[in-house]
Structures are given as C-alpha cells and as structure tokens.
C-alpha cells in the first residue's frame, strides 16, 4: 500500500490514540510488525503548541519513516498552518482528525462533530491539502448521528480535494465506542471512491482483521485498542494473512521482557514523574488477564518511582515465572471466566 509516494511495508496501521500513540509506543508497534503509526492528535491552536504534552506529541527523533502527524482543529486557517507547522517539524504525512469522538473535542466543533457541517470539511480539507507540499489523510467516521450517515458524500469530498488515504472508523460519533462496528458502509466508500480506503473499528484479532479486508475490500486495517498492552497483535495479524494459521502466544518471558523494555522507553522520554505516571496505564493493559493482576495493580498504582514501578513489575512477573505460570493458563482461566 501508498500513501503518496511512501510504500508501507504492509497493510497494518497503528491508530492514533490520544494519550497512548506517543513515540515509545508507536515504536514498539513498528517493531512488531506494524506497517505504519499515526501520532496521537495535536491541536491546531497555536497557543497551546508549545505546551508541554504538545511538544511530546510532536517529537518524532529517530522514529522509522515515514512519520505522520494527526492534527485537530475547526479553523480552516489555522489547520493549515499546525500542517505546515508539523512538516517542518518533520512530519512526511500530516493527518487530519474528524473522528474523535470525545465531548471536549467535538464540544469545540473538531473531530467527528466536523462532520455536522460539509461545507467546514470541505474547506479544511482544501486549505490543509493546499498548505502542503506532503500527503493529507483523513481519519473520519461514520457520520455523527445514527441514521443521517454522510460519510459517502464526505468520502468524495475528501477525494476531490487531493486527500491521499481515507481511514474510517465503522461508528458514528452517536456511537461513540459502543454497539458494534459496521463495515458495510467502509465497503461502500470503497466502491465509490479511488483512493486507498484504511479500515478500522473492533479489529482485535487476526481472523477478524482477515474478515475485515476480504469483506470491505480496505487497502488496510487500523488497530487501536486490541493493540494497547499487546503490540505483538501486529505480528500475529500479519503471520495470520500470509499463512494462514496462527503464531504461538508470547510466553510470560516475553511478556515481561517487552513490558519491561517499554517501561524504560517511557522513563526516558517522559522524565521521572510522568514517566511513572504514564506507565501506569500501559502495565495495567500488559497484565490484564494474568493471575492476581488485580491485586498486583492495585499495589502498583501505589507505587511513585520509575525505580520502584519497575521492581514490583520485575517481581510480579518472576513470581507468575516461577509458579510455571503461561498463557495457555491465561487462556484455560479466560474461557472458565467466559463460561461463568
């Protein structure tokens, strides 16, 4: 697959997710298997850019090419000029939100409340495209409300305005993240529009990412929250496409050596206070599932040093190591739990 003139090495895309697709994460994405990472959305205000979460969200220092950069806003002016911002910065892709779902954000008519107004997309995608001289993609949705769906007519507009890749989430904003995705409507706007199509929504594992390519007919897959504690789902996906069958699940060890590795990464870049901080979130989502992580979590939460969230993650994985604890036992636990 293209995005302008940048091949991806494969049809797997890491989805930008605030708070999470950061640099140490899009990363360890990457070195599973990920053929692409959006950055997790900045805003196109410009009094907050040089804020300190911004300047995080746009630090792309030795991060594997091509790098793209989501942006968000409602201004048509001042999109165009965090795109410029952020190619100078050193994205190679700038990417337009008008998918977020969440309240502060479409309170300020950005993200998927965009999709309430045409004739706002239309410019923004227009002065975006115009301001730079690298590919414009487009994450979007379904539409905003449930049974008034315009994401055809958006699909076109965005094509005609020289958008590069169309990445759809199968919801609407009414949706938020419940109900299921629908991919019927993705399939659509395949056949209607000439661009590459990205699909996303529910992916979260290889026989489903396999169902949403033969049934859309997407270039691609997005994956966002299947990947969160689990980089390694882009490995399997990939495994699972070209052979049909399925990798083994990583052993405890590797668990504890990827969680371990991706501590130190966010320590590094975050500094010690929101580096601990930060880490929290991605150690409850690696342990969910495992023997006594609840209790293990509740006790690390706790915990307000780098140094000392890393010796109570090291002890809690020797201890499942040696009980002999695997992730056969993940899965015989999660089916009696299903069952009950």
């Known amino acids: 697959m293209y995005i302008g003139p940048y091949q991806l090495s494969n049809n797997l895309i890491v989805a930008p997710m605030a708070g999470v697709t950061d640099r140490p994460f899009r990363t360890l994405c990457k070195y599973f298997g990920a053929g692409h990472a959006v950055s997790e959305m900045m805003t196109s205000d410009q009094t907050l850019r040089m804020s300190k979460k911004s300047l995080y969200r746009a630090n792309f220092d030795g991060e594997l090419a091509p790098i793209s950069a989501q942006i968000a806003g409602s201004d048509p002016f001042e999109m165009a000029t965090a795109a410029q911002y952020q190619v100078a910065n050193g994205a190679q892709i ?3 939100n008008m998918g977020c779902p969440a309240k502060k954000v479409c309170n300020k008519l950005a993200g998927s409340a965009l999709l309430q107004d045409e004739d706002l997309v239309a410019r923004i995608l227009d002065k975006v495209v115009e301001a730079v001289d690298v590919p414009v993609t487009l994450k979007t949705r379904l539409g905003y409300l449930n049974g008034h769906e315009n994401i055809l007519r958006v699909a076109k507009r965005a094509e005609q305005a020289g958008i590069a890749a169309l990445a759809l989430h199968g919801r609407t904003r009414e949706d938020m993240y419940l109900n299921t995705a629908r991919y019927q409507l ?6 209607s529009i000439a661009i590459p199509v990205i699909a996303n929504g529910d992916i979260d594992s290889p026989e489903k990412a396999k169902y949403v390519l033969d049934y859309t007919g997407a270039d691609a897959v997005m994956i966002g929250r299947a990947a969160q504690g689990r980089p390694w789902i882009f490995r399997e996906i990939a495994h699972y496409l070209e052979h049909g069958e399925h990798l083994d699940a990583p052993s405890i060890q590797e668990v504890k050596d990827v969680l371990i590795g991706h501590l130190s990464e966010l ?15 991605h150690i ?3 342990t969910k599932g495992l023997r006594s992580s609840n209790e293990f979590r509740q006790s690390m939460y706790k915990v307000e040093s780098t140094v000392d969230q890393a010796k109570v993650v090291e002890q809690y994985f020797n201890l499942l190591l040696d009980q002999g ?16």
């Open 284 to 286: 409850a989502w690696y």
């Open 186 to 191: 993705i399939k659509e706007v395949k056949q």
């Open 267 to 281: 320590y590094e870049f975050y500094g010690e206070y929101s580096g601990c901080r930060i880490a929290r979130k």
């Open 325 to 340: 604890y695997s992730m056969s036992d993940v899965q015989a636990e999660q089916l009696i739990t299903d069952e009950t």
């Open 94 to 96: 700038v990417d337009i």
